[in-house]
């Protein structure tokens, strides 16, 4: 006899989440019944979706927190909440050229080699896009070194730009690029080697907001012809459940079971640095995150 399905949750969720939440996804659709319609992508393709293409989610779960107030509330959703760290690294593996002596201190020197071939994703669709910017722009005022940003990001050329986080590993684990900027937990739940970045330039230490704000990146907006300036500060994720979500109770069960402590055990066991309790902002909060702090 066929199993019935009670309800169906549509999920838009950032490319850099898809490996390692896929087995919680799959855990939800067999404690629910809930059939999952996922679609993983960058996340302001799904802003666009929503914005331009008018379609609306259950749930949207992006890669930088900023996108809520910045593109999507009040107008598309009433809240949002932060539940999420992470930050930038240089990725490679054991085929990578020079692989075996690149290190913290000589990176922006092995990555400016001729022979070295390095991605980054594209700043106008994923927020690790635009992150790489603004980490490339700290680089260079840590590192005291004028011009080092536009010099790294020409050994970046657009034929290694991606269109997200997931893309670009691929090319990576394929050793079709040599290195790649993205994220740490993306380098950790492909397995591949990275170099972890000093925390003045990394974008995940809370503390070093002030500083991170000193350099910013210009893209493309959520409208045709718009454009919106993200200014650096320590990397979080953020979901909502948009204003119409066409199934609110699996909305609903589904944010109580991602937020429950078992679950934020295995995201994090699963390289995905979730927050102790969400931090939540604006109106209308469901009940299932009446633990969170409020901003």
Do not use: C
Not at 91 to 107: F, G, L, P, Q, R
């Amino acid at each position: 006899m066929p199993f019935a399905f009670a309800d169906t949750l549509v999920l838009f969720l950032a490319a850099s989440l898809s490996k390692p939440i896929q087995p919680l996804l799959d855990d939800f659709s067999a404690r629910t019944g809930v059939v999952i319609e996922r679609e993983s992508g960058a996340s302001l393709e799904h802003v666009r979706k929503i914005t331009e293409l008018h379609r609306v989610p259950d749930v949207v779960w992006l890669a930088d927190a900023d996108v809520f107030p910045r593109m999507l509330v009040p107008k598309y959703a009433t809240w949002y909440a932060e539940v999420a760290r992470n930050r930038m690294v240089v990725a490679y593996t054991s085929k990578s050229k020079h692989a075996n002596e690149i290190d913290v201190s000589n990176w922006t020197r092995v990555l400016q080699r001729a022979d070295v071939e390095v991605g980054r994703t594209d700043p106008n669709l994923a927020p690790v896009g635009y992150r790489t910017l603004i980490m490339l722009q700290l680089a260079e005022r840590h590192y005291r070194v004028p011009g080092l940003a536009t010099s790294l990001l020409g050994r970046a050329p657009p034929r290694n730009m991606r269109a997200n986080a997931a893309e670009l590993a691929a090319l990576l684990a394929t050793g079709e690029l040599d290195y790649i900027y993205d994220y740490q937990s993306v380098a950790e739940s492909n397995g591949f080697r990275f170099i972890q970045l000093p925390a003045a330039i990394d974008l995940g230490d809370p503390k070093r907001a002030a500083a991170y704000a000193k350099a910013s990146a210009t893209v493309r907006g959520s409208k045709p012809g718009s454009t919106v300036t993200f200014t650096g500060e320590p990397i979080l994720y953020g979901l909502t459940v948009p204003a119409g979500a066409p199934h609110p109770s699996a909305a609903s069960r589904f944010l109580a079971f991602l937020t429950s402590s078992a679950t934020v055990a295995k995201l994090r066991a699963a390289h995905v640095d979730m927050l102790e309790h969400p931090i939540v902002a604006g109106t209308g909060v469901p009940v299932e995150l009446r633990g969170a702090t409020r901003r």
